[in-house]
Nanobody, 124 residues
Framework: VQLQASGGGLVQAGGSLRLSCAAS????????MGWFRQAPGKEREFVAG????????VYADSVKGRFFISRDNAKNTLYLQMNRLKPDDTAVYYC??????????????????WGQGTQVTVSS
């Protein structure tokens, strides 16, 4: 199983970025996926999760209405569109594969494979 996140960078507040996560080594369409982030000195936190299709998603309150998670099962790729970015969004962003279908989407302990992370820095 491999998850390769990309698309991070430096952006001004109010700007947008689109993160991608290329998945390989497993049947991507069969798994729930999520994005988490970790800022310096803080614990890793849930950002967004998606079930098998774009119709079933969940978001952290802090990003709701600004970030949008999606997936392309034909391309084995997970996305995170981030709009109206704020300095508080600065963090390393990780994509992850949920280990099963039971349990909520927001608990990082329910994800068993993680990408390497991509840095997002939002300047004020």
């Amino acid at each position: 199983v491999q998850l390769q996140a990309s698309g991070g960078g430096l952006v001004q507040a109010g700007g947008s970025l689109r993160l991608s996560c290329a998945a390989s080594g497993f049947s991507f369409s069969s798994y729930y996926m999520g994005w988490f982030r970790q800022a310096p000195g803080k614990e890793r936190e849930f950002v967004a999760g998606i079930k098998w299709s774009d119709d079933s998603t969940v978001y952290a309150d802090s990003v709701k209405g600004r970030f949008f998670i999606s997936r392309d099962n034909a391309k084995n790729t997970l996305y995170l569109q981030m709009n109206r970015l704020k300095p508080d969004d600065t963090a390393v962003y990780y994509c992850a594969r949920k280990s099963g279908l039971v349990g909520g989407m927001t608990d990082s302990k329910l994800y068993n494979y993680w990408g390497q992370g991509t840095q997002v820095t939002v300047s004020s």
